[in-house]
């Protein structure tokens, strides 16, 4: 039988965690029930009636949008890399959480 020396495995298992970002990992359990989910870099900030705040928690330009309590789900904005945006809506409905659109 072959065996690995020991700090080959342990070097190996580590190369395998690295792989799966943890923002990635978290995000498709966090919002799998929301559409068009790429992962977890919208944070939803503010709301008021017709409107929500987003921000962009990660390093790169993304899309995000919110999922209403009406269950509609507005057009996605751009948001730029560490910054805000703003989710505008008519009707009626709360912001339930944001997402990240894919584009």
């Not at 923002?23 to 929500?52: I, S």
């Not at 899309?63 to 009626?92: D, F, K």
């Not at 912001?95 to 894919?102: I, P, S």
């Amino acid at each position: 039988m072959f065996r690995l020396p020991r700090f080959l495995g342990v070097l190996a298992a580590g190369a395998a965690l690295v792989v799966v970002p943890a923002h990635g990992a978290g995000a498709v359990e966090r919002d799998a029930a929301a559409p068009n989910v790429l992962g977890a870099c919208a944070e939803l900030t503010d709301q008021g009636p017709g409107w929500a705040s987003l921000r962009n928690d990660c390093g790169v330009e993304i899309s995000g949008s919110v999922e209403l309590s009406s269950g509609q789900n507005p057009e996605c904005v751009t948001i730029a890399a560490h910054g805000t945006g703003t989710v505008r809506w008519e009707g009626s409905g709360t912001a339930e959480h944001a997402y990240d659109c894919l584009t």
